[in-house]
C-alpha cells in the first residue's frame, strides 16, 4: 500500500503533517501555516515526491517542511513497528527478514 504525507490546517496560523500508510493515519508534526507548504502536501503527496527537494521548485517553506519529515517518519516506524521508508525496509531485509538491525 502506498503511503501519504498529507497536512490539515488545525487552527489559526497552525498545519498538522500526518502519515498514512497502511490504512492508519500517524501524527508526525505541527508547524505555521505557510501557503506553499499548503497547497503542496494538503492533498496528499507519496513519501518519496514528500522528501524529494528537486519539487520544492525553491520554496523554502517546502524546503525546509521536506527536510524535516524523514526524522519524524523515523520516529513513527520505531514507535509503531512499520516500515516506511525504502532504507527502513533494505535494512531489515538484509537479516532474512528478522527485525533486528545492526
Request: proline fraction near 2%; include cysteine.
Amino acid at each position: 500500500m502506498r503511503s501519504l504525507i498529507f497536512c490539515r490546517s488545525t487552527g489559526h496560523n497552525i498545519h498538522s503533517f500526518y502519515l498514512s500508510s497502511g490504512g492508519r493515519n500517524y501524527f508526525l508534526f505541527t508547524q505555521r501555516f505557510r501557503w506553499g507548504t499548503h497547497t503542496y502536501y494538503s492533498g496528499g503527496v507519496p513519501i518519496d515526491a514528500a522528501i524529494d527537494f528537486s519539487r520544492a521548485h525553491r520554496n523554502t517553506a517546502v524546503e525546509m517542511t521536506m527536510d524535516k519529515i524523514p526524522m519524524y517518519i523515523r520516529y513513527i516506524e520505531k514507535e509503531y513497528g512499520i516500515e516506511v521508508l525504502r532504507q527502513t525496509r533494505r535494512r531489515y531485509r538484509w537479516n532474512d527478514g528478522l527485525r533486528t538491525c545492526a
